[in-house]
């Protein structure tokens, strides 16, 4: 296993077209890293420059301490799971997994070894002898999976390997992948465009825009501190809500159109500079809690737009006069259509951004 | 109402049969007829051109293996048209695999230039391969019509390869490079296997070509060693007497190869052209 690093590495295609910007990545040796972002940020380009697919154009990229801007896929020692699986459709299981050590000429005994070790991890022991057109879309992708296990390779690269499975079966791969890379100690780069699996499986997340990384950090670094609008918009399902207004000349209190909210004395003297000046306020779904005694000048007020109950929790979507807001309560809370609701924040979790550069302010 | 539509209804019907009835009648006839004239006696031919055999003369067949030497030059046929079928996939194949899934400069240009090629007369190309084959002395050789063949049919082959190997998943291949395959592997171990329908549709329309052709038997071949079957065809007739019902069954004989290798494969040969026409 290995780690990668990735230092100003830039791709422009033709036409002048930066696909990623001066990205600067370091993967630790036997760590899950997530790409994630919306489609066209660039993460699929940064796993394919890591892979060797596509040419770097400026920049160093380095695996296990060797620089391998020039060095041909097969030499990285990099294993690569698809999205569409990419399994050969005139090959087996068992030839589609040992395809890739047939082509190095490992001894015949080693291949079939580290194929049935790898089936058995997969559980498709049962599956070597078929074709890709006779499994379904869940044992493709552990035939994928199981494609890169065998080679034992210093880096394994996953370009969005769940997206075309179903919901359910998704969840289950998801489990099923971070199992496997706390059993191989192996080093993993994985793309995807869903926040729940960068969420869920990732030790450290990159999270990138039209070519730029964002911000890079552990799940929970990111859904609570949060750089800038775009990640704590993009990070967390609701995600976070943002309602504009501005600090009051006092900066105690933040006035939005509708209402206001008094400030502790610590968010206060964070945004005393942005005094009468316009700023976005951010609070999670989950640190939104109903107040009967609320008022104007000390909860957010709206009406209720749209209930949704999912049994452990209530969604409550409530329309302002610029926003649509969501709060997540509890499911037996009592409340309909058109209600007017106010909703106090948990101001200690609650985020504010600069209008303008949409940095978070702190 | 009613009446109006039982009206159409009747009037489709009668059209519709009217309308494959001629296209049979223009298609099938003098295909029967021939079947028909090939169990004739030679006065039967003469007298009634129309009419079914008296007696069905089966001898016919065996006269036109017996004299014609059909045997031999069935086999220089096979031997010509499967020759000039792998040469030509051979060649067709790394050109398409090259124009399909690589780029470089003038891609284009050079790919449109090749497949121009069909469009040129076959007759057109005529003094030309004779030159080229006479120069290779090649000329009365099995193989200087082999070689002819494949190159005749490299634009078709070359249009129809492309269209099945630029449909291949770019993923594939990419996961062939990082598996480690090399250029050459790629095209053998990956992308040739792939194309397998493919190379069955272009190889049919080589084969074909190859067994039925004519013109270039006759332009480059002068003896029996490397005459095929469609020029064998020719010597039933002689300045003195034509023996027609023989030739006609020389003639059934020379066609049922075709129709067998169609029958074998038509699900391809249609598959392979209306492939990509629409949405699978």
């Avoid at chain 1, 390997?161 to 489990?175: E, G, T």
């Avoid at chain 1, 199992?179 to 993993?188: F, Q």
């Avoid at chain 1, 499911?331 to 303008?356: I, R, S, W, Y």
Wanted: hydrophobic residues 45%.
């Amino acid at each position: 296993m290995a780690n990668v690093i990735l230092e100003n590495i830039t791709k422009v295609y033709p036409g002048d077209v930066k696909a990623v910007d001066n990205a600067n990545i370091e993967i630790k040796d036997q760590e899950f890293v997530v790409l994630v972002g919306p489609s066209g940020c660039g993460k699929t380009t940064t796993l394919r420059m890591i892979a060797g697919l596509e040419e770097i154009t400026e920049g160093t990229l380095t695996i296990d301490g060797k620089v391998v801007n020039d060095v041909p896929p097969k030499d990285r020692d990099i294993a690569m799971v698809f999205q569409n699986y990419a399994l050969y459709p005139h090959m087996t299981v068992y030839d589609n997994m040992a395809f890739g050590l047939k082509i190095r000429k490992f001894p015949k005994a080693d291949i079939d070894a580290r194929v049935k070790e790898a089936a058995q991890i997969l559980s498709i022991g049962n599956l070597l002898d078929r074709k890709p057109k006779a499994l379904s879309g869940g044992q493709r992708q552990r035939v994928a999976v199981g494609r890169a296990i065998v080679r034992h390779p210093k880096v394994f690269l996953f370009d969005e390997p769940l997206s075309n499975l179903d919901a359910k079966l998704r969840v289950q791969m998801r489990a099923e992948i971070s199992s496997l890379h706390h059993r191989l100690k192996a080093t993993m780069v994985y793309v995807t465009h869903d926040q729940v699996e960068a969420m869920t499986m990732a030790d450290k997340i990159v999270v990138m825009k039209d070519g730029l990384i964002q911000q890079i950090g552990g799940p929970l670094e990111l859904y609570n501190s949060p750089n800038n609008l775009f990640v704590a918009g993009f990070i967390g399902s609701p995600p976070m809500n943002f309602i504009e207004g501005r600090v009051a000349d006092n900066s105690n209190v933040f006035d939005a159109v509708d209402f206001r909210l008094p400030l502790t004395s610590q968010k206060a003297s964070l945004v005393a500079s942005y005094k009468g000046s316009p700023v976005i306020f951010g609070v999670r779904p989950e640190d939104l809690t109903l107040d009967p005694k609320g008022t104007e000048d000390n909860a957010v007020t709206g009406s209720v737009l749209v209930v949704e109950q999912l049994g452990e929790q209530l969604h409550l979507h409530v329309e302002m006069k610029d926003a649509t807001i969501i709060a997540k309560v509890p499911p037996q809370t009592k409340v309909a259509v058109g209600d007017k609701v106010f909703l106090k924040p948990n101001m200690e979790k609650a985020h504010f951004f600069d209008k303008e550069t949409e940095q978070v302010i702190r | 109402m009613r009446r109006y539509n039982s009206f159409r209804s009747i009037s489709t019907g009668t059209l519709k049969w009217l309308f494959l009835g001629f296209f049979f009648l223009y298609t099938l006839l003098p295909f029967l007829w021939l079947i028909l004239s090939s169990f004739k006696t030679n006065y039967e031919f003469t007298t009634a051109p129309f009419s079914f055999p008296e007696t069905w003369q089966f001898e016919n067949y065996v006269k036109a293996i017996r004299i014609s030497g059909l045997p031999r030059l069935f086999v220089n046929s096979l031997i010509v048209s499967v020759g000039s079928t792998a040469l030509n996939l051979f060649v067709s194949s790394l050109g398409a695999f090259v124009f399909a899934r690589e780029r470089f400069r003038f891609q284009n240009l050079l790919l449109n230039i090749i497949i121009a090629g069909v469009l040129i007369p076959i007759i057109g190309l005529m003094v030309p391969y004779f030159k080229i084959i006479t120069t290779l002395r090649l000329y009365d050789t099995k193989l200087g019509l082999i070689v002819t063949y494949a190159a005749i049919n490299l634009p078709i082959s070359v249009f129809l390869l492309y269209g099945f190997m630029k449909r291949i998943p770019r993923e594939l291949e990419e996961a062939a490079v990082i598996d480690g395959c090399s250029f050459r592997q790629r095209y053998s171990r990956v992308i040739i296997p792939l194309s397998r329908m493919g190379l069955v549709t272009a190889g049919i329309f080589v084969f074909l070509y190859s067994w039925n052709d004519f013109i270039y038997a006759l332009l480059l071949t002068s003896s029996v060693k490397a005459r095929t079957l469609q020029l064998g065809i020719r010597f039933f007739v002689s300045q003195f007497f034509t023996d027609y019902t023989a030739m006609f069954a020389a003639i059934v004989i020379t066609i049922l190869p075709s129709i067998i290798i169609y029958i074998i494969f038509h699900d391809k040969i249609i598959h392979g052209l209306t492939s990509g026409s629409v949405k699978e």
